[in-house]
């Protein structure tokens, strides 16, 4: 290995750590890239995501939130129903983690990737009804998309257009936030019973996407 990446791992786990609000060593970034290169395989060595094969990406989410979601996906709170066919590949995927150390350093070098801006895929939404539709949204995402680290809700505002599609129709269908486990997902759930059609949830997706 290069003087040059250890350097590098150092200020990303400075800039980890102030994104987190705990420290984060040289170490365990670079522990965490070497686990990484089994999720570059479906989210890209960069964590840009394939929409192909359901993978977000990921670059750039919170630690905090990286934890929470592997371990849902680990125990079997997310990512176990059989209609659920990207979660079923991400459960074995999140499984090789063995230890929660495991998936903090993970969780540690995916924050520290610089985020990607996603290309806008959807056609056919409202921006302006879906802003009137975003508005329950706001209490737990924010009026910006920027998420909440207390209640646990991600930042929307580097998330793909198709996922958040995706994730929408899943809640509602019950194929996510039905876990009595899922303590987030439950509040998630009914949150998305208020979109009434798909065509409310593009519009919401298109007012989203205004937030960037």
């Known amino acids: 290995m290069s003087m040059r990446i250890p350097l590098l791992l150092a200020l990303a786990a400075v800039l980890a750590s102030a994104s987190s609000g705990r420290p984060v060593a040289a170490d365990d970034l670079e522990r965490g890239e070497a686990l990484y290169k089994l999720c570059a395989q479906c989210h890209g060595s960069e964590g840009g995501g394939d929409p192909s094969i359901g993978a977000p990406p990921i670059a750039g989410l919170p630690d905090w939130y990286v934890e929470s979601t592997v371990t849902k996906f680990r125990t079997g709170v ?57 508005a329950p949204c706001t209490a737990c995402h924010g009026p910006a998309g920027a998420g909440n680290q207390t209640l646990f809700a991600p930042s929307l505002q580097h998330t793909s257009d198709w996922y958040m ?3 929408l129709q899943k809640f509602k269908a019950g194929l996510r936030g039905t876990n009595p486990d899922d303590t987030t997902g439950k509040l998630m759930r009914p949150m998305s019973l208020t979109l009434v059609d798909e065509q409310a949830m593009k519009d919401v997706v298109a007012y989203i996407l205004t937030l960037k």
């Not at 230890?99 to 056609?123: F, I, K, R």
């Open 78 to 134: 997310r990512g176990a129903h059989p209609d659920d066919l990207a979660g079923l590949r991400m459960r074995p995927m999140a499984r090789t983690l063995r230890s929660d150390e495991d998936v903090a350093a993970v969780a540690a070098y995916v924050g520290s990737l610089p985020p990607t801006e996603p290309d806008s895929t959807l056609e056919g939404g409202d921006a302006a009804r879906g802003k009137i539709l975003y």
């Open 165 to 167: 599609l995706s994730q």
